[in-house]
Nanobody, 120 residues
Framework: QVQVVESGGGLVQAGGSLRLSCAAS????????MGWYRQAPGKQRELVAT???????NYADSVKDRFTISRDNAKNTIYLQMNSLKPEDTAEYYC??????????????WGQGTQVTVSS
């Protein structure tokens, strides 16, 4: 019912940059807030950044001033520009999409994840 496809992960040296993309597709739901989460080995999944359909953003303190989330509503796609990457940013990054139906019931869908590895 909702497809979520991430791309853009990879290996980068500390101080470098990467840009992640997440495209959502659905023919029956309205797409609301979209966001990025990450999970490092042995750790819980944590919020990185979210963006509403109106463009309001929210960031984890650990990525403020380094990461920027943006959105293209026409393409149902969000981007995460990651600058000044640190080894502690190494994780699997997941895109989460919140959608709602005609009754305004909300559901969440996750992408398959994309690996980001930052070498020191």
């Amino acid at each position: 019912q909702v497809q979520v496809v991430e791309s853009g992960g990879g290996l980068v040296q500390a101080g470098g940059s990467l840009r992640l993309s997440c495209a959502a597709s659905t023919s029956i739901f309205s797409i609301n807030t979209m966001g990025w989460y990450r999970q490092a080995p042995g750790k819980q999944r944590e919020l990185v950044a979210t963006i509403t359909s109106g463009g309001n953003t929210n960031y984890a303190d650990s990525v403020k001033d380094r990461f920027t989330i943006s959105r293209d509503n026409a393409k149902n796609t969000i981007y995460l520009q990651m600058n000044s990457l640190k080894p502690e940013d190494t994780a699997e990054y997941y895109c989460k999409v919140l959608v709602s139906d005609s009754r305004r019931l909300e559901y969440q869908y996750w992408g398959q994840g994309t690996q980001v590895t930052v070498s020191s």
